[in-house]
């Protein structure tokens, strides 16, 4: 991904793409295939890596005026939850996971399934459509309040 210029940027940018070598299977080519499609989508997007502890190495967190998705692998899935995904239009049907959660939604990557790519960026830019929506309406909300 494009460097930033901020060196925690360079950082996380890093830890990420090493994150993808480590799995040298189809894990390893999914996440890289979704992480250029969001950046395709909305170069603006910033790369986060979160949730790093002993038990767990962290997670790729993308975010545009907020969390747009995560990228976690597990042995059998490479899951994409979008933080806003229940407010989001899927019409192609994407989202097959975390169905009945309030505010997430969530996408879970086999091996041998391919994204509709298509679909797939239409989420992505909804899903930074909401965060800058929500982010105007909080910024309207304290403009009208003394």
Known sequence: MKP???ADAETVSAKITERIAALPDWRGETLARVRQLIFETDPEMQEEWKWEKPTSP???V???EGGVC????YQQAVKLTFFRGAAIADP???FNASLTGGTRRAIDLREAEEIDEVAFKR???AAVAANVAA???RTARKKTTF
Do not use: K, Y
Not at 70 to 73: F, R
């Open 62 to 64: 993308w975010s545009h």
């Open 4 to 6: 930033t210029g901020n």
């Open 58 to 60: 962290g997670i790729p």
């Open 135 to 137: 982010r105007a309406d």
């Open 70 to 73: 995560t990228g976690e692998v």
């Open 123 to 125: 989420l992505i830019g």
């Open 92 to 94: 192609e049907r994407l």
